[in-house]
C-alpha cells in the first residue's frame, strides 16, 4: 500500500506562484510512474503532468511551459511547481502513483488551489 498526502495549496493572485508536494509513503521503493490531476468544479479531472524513472516529464498543453515536476526519491515526495497562475488552474489537485506505466494505483486526498483575477 502507498499513502500519498499533497500539500501547498492556497489562494493566490493571477500571475503568482505555488509549489504542490506529494509526500509518499509505504511501499514507495517500487514507484515509477508519479502524475498530478486537477479537477474544476463542475468539470472532469484533467491531466496536469507526469514523472516516470528515466523519463523526462510530459505535460499538459494547458500547463507546458508554467508548470514544472520534480521529484525527490530521497524524501519520496513529488513537487509540481506552479508559475504564472491563471484564474483557469482554480481546481483541487491531486497526486496519484503507479508501479507501471499504464494506470495509477493510488490517489491523494488533493490539495485546493485559487487563483483569484
Known amino acids: 500500500q502507498v499513502q500519498l498526502v499533497e500539500s501547498g495549496g492556497g489562494l493566490v493572485q493571477a500571475g503568482d506562484s505555488l509549489r504542490l508536494a506529494c509526500a509518499a509513503s509505504?511501499?514507495?521503493?517500487?514507484?515509477?510512474?508519479m502524475g498530478w490531476f486537477r479537477q474544476a468544479p463542475g468539470k472532469d479531472r484533467e491531466f496536469v503532468g507526469r514523472?516516470?524513472?528515466?523519463?523526462?516529464?510530459y505535460y499538459a498543453d494547458s500547463v507546458k511551459g508554467r508548470f514544472t515536476i520534480s521529484r525527490d526519491n530521497l524524501k519520496n515526495t513529488v513537487y509540481l511547481q506552479m508559475n504564472s497562475l491563471q484564474p483557469e488552474d482554480t481546481a483541487k489537485y491531486y497526486c496519484?502513483?503507479?508501479?507501471?506505466?499504464?494506470?495509477?494505483?493510488?490517489w491523494g486526498q488533493g490539495t485546493q488551489v485559487t487563483v483569484s483575477s
Open positions: 514523472t516516470s524513472r528515466g523519463l523526462s516529464p
Open positions: 496519484a502513483a503507479s508501479y507501471g506505466i499504464y494506470k495509477y494505483d493510488y
Open positions: 509505504g511501499r514507495t521503493t517500487t514507484l515509477n510512474m
